[in-house]
């Protein structure tokens, strides 16, 4: 908490509190990504290419150059899967704090007065959220399709 103030006073809450909980839970789902699904799949292309190394090394070079193939193409989109992510996290972020100090705003006033303006207002940040988060996932679709055209194209 090394802001001041005018930090907690121009930003909102819905917005802090949201920023908070998305860190606390990419944190555990960045642990639970490594140990279900990193670990295993390295280990089992490692044992994999070992094993079938003693049968065949031109084999074993195959299944560890697709292996090598596919984290390479990962690599090559993992940046800019990381900046749509950021993107559409602060959005959804954004919306969040809307929508909560939407509520809070209509509470504190006890009228229905404000409501056409409230949700003009959310409206555009639910868009704007609900557009990069398209936009995040056909990226990320593309990724797969070209991930499986390559794993069907150089079988192992």
């Excluded at 984290?71 to 800019?80: E, G, L, M, N, S």
Aim: hydrophobic share 40%; glycine share 4%; aromatic share 14%.
């Amino acid at each position: 908490l090394q802001h001041d103030y005018k930090f907690f006073t121009t930003e909102f809450s819905g917005k802090i509190n949201n920023r908070i909980s998305d860190m606390v839970n990419s944190v555990t789902r960045i642990v639970q990504l490594i140990m279900t699904l990193f670990g295993p799949a390295m280990c089992g292309v490692l044992l994999s290419t070992a094993f079938f190394y003693q049968v065949s090394p031109l084999f074993a070079s195959m299944i560890f150059g697709w292996a090598a193939l596919h984290i390479f193409i990962c690599f090559v989109f993992a940046k800019r899967c990381d900046q749509l992510s950021y993107e559409h996290s602060d959005a959804r972020t954004e919306l969040h704090g809307q929508i909560l100090d939407s509520i809070t705003n209509y509470f504190a006033m006890k009228t229905f007065a404000s409501h056409p303006f409230e949700f003009k207002r959310t409206g555009e940040y639910q868009q704007d959220e609900y557009g990069k988060l398209k936009k995040q996932l056909i990226y990320t679709e593309n990724i797969r399709v070209i991930l499986s055209i390559v794993s069907t194209i150089i079988p192992c």
